[in-house]
C-alpha cells in the first residue's frame, strides 16, 4: 500500500533550521511532480515549495531563498531544508505528489514549531 511519512520537525529558534523528510513506499513516485504543504491551525493548507521529476523547483515567495526541496528518486525520498525559520513557518508539514491521485495518500505530517 502507498505510504507518505514525513519526519523531522521540532520546536526550533527563530533563525534555526530543520529539515524535513519524506519516506514513500508502495509505488515509485520517480515520474510525478512533488510538493510540500503545510497547514497552520484556522488556516487552508499551503503548498511551499515544489520539485517535477528532472528536478526543477520553485517556492512560495515567503520561503524563497529560506527552504529548499530535493529529492532522490532511487531512494524514493524527498526533503526540506528550512533555515532562517520565522515564527510564522509554525505549521504540519506535509509531502505529497501533484496530482488528483495523491488524496488518498496524505500522510500524519510533522509539527514545525518556531519559538523563542
Known amino acids: 500500500q502507498v505510504q507518505l511519512v514525513e519526519s523531522g520537525g521540532g520546536l526550533v529558534q527563530p533563525g534555526g533550521s530543520l529539515r524535513l523528510s519524506c519516506a514513500a513506499s508502495?509505488?515509485?513516485?520517480?515520474?510525478?511532480?512533488m510538493g510540500w504543504y503545510r497547514q497552520a491551525p484556522g488556516k487552508q493548507r499551503e503548498l511551499v515549495a515544489t520539485?517535477?521529476?528532472?528536478?526543477?523547483?520553485n517556492y512560495v515567495d515567503s520561503v524563497k531563498g529560506r527552504f529548499t526541496i530535493s529529492r532522490d528518486n532511487p531512494k524514493n525520498t524527498m526533503n526540506l531544508q528550512m533555515n532562517s525559520l520565522k515564527p510564522e513557518d509554525t505549521a504540519s508539514y506535509y509531502c505529497?505528489?501533484?496530482?488528483?491521485?495523491?488524496?488518498?495518500?496524505w500522510g500524519q505530517g510533522t509539527q514545525v514549531t518556531v519559538s523563542s
Open positions: 505529497n505528489i501533484l496530482s488528483p491521485w495523491g488524496a488518498s495518500y
Open positions: 520539485i517535477t521529476s528532472d528536478g526543477s523547483t
Open positions: 508502495g509505488r515509485s513516485f520517480s515520474i510525478y511532480a
